[in-house]
Structures are given as structure tokens and as C-alpha cells.
Nanobody
Framework: QVQLVESGGGLVQTGGSLRLSCVASGRSFSRNVMGWFRQAPGKEREFVATSNWSGANTVYADSVKGRFTISRDNAKNTMYLQMTSLKPEDTAIYYC???????????????????WGQGTQVTVSS
């Protein structure tokens, strides 16, 4: 089991940047597939990005590709989501997630992830 805590959310203007952090504790962070999801008011939780253990292989949602970057520092048990060129439609609660049973296979599906953080709010003003 992996415990995850997100931080770094806040209020920014359109075009601004934020870096979200996800600190993990427990077993087997460094070799886990990790991901970011988000949920806007009235909408279902949606996929944002995912990364394999090394960070060399990544997958992004079309809505964020070219603007967001997922990365990880396994020595610090921390995953990041660098968000640039933020838009009002990026406003959501962002969740960190881990697949503790997979190390290389990447998936966009919520069901592929078995550990979740509490979420951090990102608000982008127009």
C-alpha cells in the first residue's frame, strides 16, 4: 500500500504556471506506475497524465499535452505535475494516484490505480 499526499494547488491567472507535488509513503514507490487525475465541479474524474517508474515513458490527455509535464524524483518519493499556460478549463481538484501492482504498463483508466491522494485544488482565473 502507498499513501499519497498532494500539494501545490492554488489560484493563478490564465497563462500562469503551477507545480503540483505528490509525496508518497509506504511500499514500492520508485517502481510504481504513477498518474495524475482531475475532477471539475459536476464532472467525472478524468485522466491527466501517467508515468512509468523511470519517467522515461509518459502519456498525457489531449487537453493538457504540450502544457503539462509529469515527472518524478524517486529518491525523494515525490511525483510532480508541472503545469504551464494554464486555462480556466484546467480548474479542478487534482489527484495523485499509484498503481502498486504495475511498473511499466501505462493506462488512462481510473480502475488501473489502487492508491489515491486527497486532492489539491487548482483554480485558474480568466
Amino acid at each position: 500500500q502507498v499513501q499519497l499526499v498532494e500539494s501545490g494547488g492554488g489560484l493563478v491567472q490564465t497563462g500562469g504556471s503551477l507545480r503540483l507535488s505528490c509525496v508518497a509513503s509506504g511500499r514500492s514507490f520508485s517502481r510504481n506506475v504513477m498518474g495524475w487525475f482531475r475532477q471539475a465541479p459536476g464532472k467525472e474524474r478524468e485522466f491527466v497524465a501517467t508515468s512509468n517508474w523511470s519517467g522515461a515513458n509518459t502519456v498525457y490527455a489531449d487537453s493538457v499535452k504540450g502544457r503539462f509535464t509529469i515527472s518524478r524524483d524517486n529518491a525523494k518519493n515525490t511525483m510532480y505535475l508541472q503545469m504551464t499556460s494554464l486555462k480556466p478549463e484546467d480548474t479542478a481538484i487534482y489527484y495523485c494516484a499509484a498503481n502498486t501492482r504495475a511498473f511499466s504498463t501505462l493506462s488512462r483508466a481510473k480502475s488501473s490505480f489502487d492508491s489515491w491522494g486527497q486532492g489539491t485544488q487548482v483554480t485558474v482565473s480568466s
